[in-house]
Structures are given as C-alpha cells and as structure tokens.
C-alpha cells in the first residue's frame, strides 16, 4: 500500500525555523514527484511546489518561491518542507502527497497533514 | 497563472439526489483536470483525472466530464458519505498547478 506519513503538528513563534516531512512506503520513493500544499484555517488549497526525489527536480509555485525550501533524502525515502524564519501568515496545515504517474501532476495519495501555528 | 472558478461555493441536496458541480479555467486546459473531495478533519482524496478517469476504488456514481475550459462533476445519487467540499485542479500549465476556491456539498 503506498503511505505518506507526515510529521507532527508544531507550534512556533515568528522569526523561528522549521522543517517538517513526509516519508513515503510501500512504493518506489525514487521514481514519483512529490508535491506540498498549504490549506489555510477554513480556506482552500494552494500547491507550493513539487520535487522529483530521483534527480531533486523542484519546481515553486511563483507565490512561494523564495519563502520556502523544499528537499529531499531518497535514502530515508523522505521529502521535507522547511522555513528560516517564520510568519503568523505561515499558520495552516500542510499536506504532502504523490503524483501516481502520467502526463502532468496531479495527487494520490495524500498524507495526513501537518499543522503549522505561528504564534508569539 | 491558470485560474479555476467553481461554482457554486454551496450546494444543498438531499441524499438520493443528483449533484452537479462545476469548474470553469480561465484558459484551456485541455482534459488535464483533477477532481478531490475533502471531509472535515480529513485529507483530500482523488476522485478523478484526465477530467473523467475515476481513481482507484472511486464509486460509479462519481463522473466527470468537460475539456478547455468548462468541467463538471456530477454525483448521481448522493450518500451521507458524500456531504464534503470539493475541488478541482488543473495541471495542464504549471508551476503553478491550481485549484478551484471549492464546492461544499451539504445536506438540505
């Protein structure tokens, strides 16, 4: 069964790092693009951006370029998302999930979710 | 950037009831469209890409349908399970893939 596990919700103060992840099983993490989307308290999905594990490919939704990194370490099978230094506008949940394959991105499955709260 | 308006932001159905939601792109998309329905608290799910191909394990009930810029997914019997926001997203130009704003299916 192909699993994204995330990890847990974290509570930050602005001006603060993070770096949350999603490890993926049960497939070959190598070969599928991975994507992080941010969903805001009671409002919509926005896509951050995708990374190809196999060659570290990203691509940055423009809005997010620059105010965020996203990695990868195909050796523990994990994608991460982090923050130098955070904002209370970064305060949503965060979603990781697979391109199944094909022409053009889109996601299935997703992981759980991580919560982000910024907050002094 | 692609822009994807859904309408309406609310429907009200009953259950056994057909539901019919739309998507509209700002420019073609060709059928490189994706649909997900969230619950609360839940993860999205994919419903459907390729504007019509259902995901694995996705109920017959759930189709869609649509190319360029106008997209519909209908649910032809609505079940309690089905009560959810739904979005559509496009993947056809990209960065940045995008979602519609999303369509709450509620109960009347």
Redesign the interface.
């Known amino acids: 069964e192909v699993q994204l596990v995330q990890s847990g919700a974290e509570v930050k103060k602005p001006g603060e790092s993070l770096k949350i992840s999603c490890q993926g099983s049960g497939y070959s993490f190598a070969g599928y693009w991975i ?1 992080w ?1 941010r969903q805001m308290p009671g409002k ?4 951050i ?2 990374i190809y594990p196999g060659d570290s490919d990203t ?5 997010f370029q620059g105010q965020v990194t996203i990695s990868v370490d195909k050796s523990i099978n994990t994608a991460y998302l982090q923050w130098s230094s955070l904002k209370a506008s970064d305060t949503a949940m965060y ?1 990781c ?1 697979r391109h199944p394959g ?12 991580t919560l982000v709260t910024v907050s002094s | ?1 692609i822009v994807m308006t859904q309408s309406p932001a609310t429907l009200s159905v009953s259950p056994g009831e057909r539901a019919t939601l739309s998507c509209r792109a700002s420019q073609s998309v060709s059928s ?1 469209l ?1 649909w ?1 329905q ?1 619950k609360p608290g839940q ?4 419903l459907i ?2 504007a019509s191909t259902r ?1 694995t394990g996705v109920p017959g009930r759930f189709s869609g349908s649509g190319s360029g810029t106008e997209f519909t997914l209908t649910i032809s019997s609505l079940q309690s399970e089905d009560f959810a926001v739904y ?1 559509c ?1 496009q ?2 130009n ?9 369509t709450k299916v509620e109960m009347k």
């Open positions: 994507g989307v919509g999905l926005e896509s951006g995708v691509r940055y939704s423009p809005s979603y999930a094909g022409t053009g991105i889109w996601f299935d499955p997703w992981g759980q979710g | 950037e490189k994706a997900y969230q993860a999205p799910r994919l890409y390729g995901a979005y997203q993947y056809h990209w960065p940045p893939l995008t979602f519609g704003g999303g």
